[in-house]
C-alpha cells in the first residue's frame, strides 16, 4: 500500500466526522499489522493475512446512523 493511500487514510481518520466508524475487512487488517509493528506489539491469537481488495469495509456505529445531521456530515467527509 502506498504511503499517499496511507496518508490520506489516516487524515479521514482524524476528521471528528470519522468518530464512530471502524475500518474492517482486508484493510483493517493492513492497518492493525502496521501498527502493531509500529508499537512493536503481537496479538494473542495470530492475525490473518492481510489481502488486497478494490473496496473499503467499515462498520458505522448505530450512534452515527441514528443521528440525521452526524450521518449527513459524516456522508459529506467521505464526498471529500
Known sequence: MSDYLLDGIEEIARQPEAEGVI???GLGILLKQAD????????ALPMPE????LDIDMFVRIQVIRD???LKQFGEMLDR
Open 50 to 53: 492481510a489481502r488486497a481488495t
Open 23 to 25: 475500518l474492517t475487512g
Open 68 to 70: 440525521a445531521p452526524r
Open 36 to 43: 502493531l509493528k509500529k508499537r512493536k506489539q503481537s496479538t
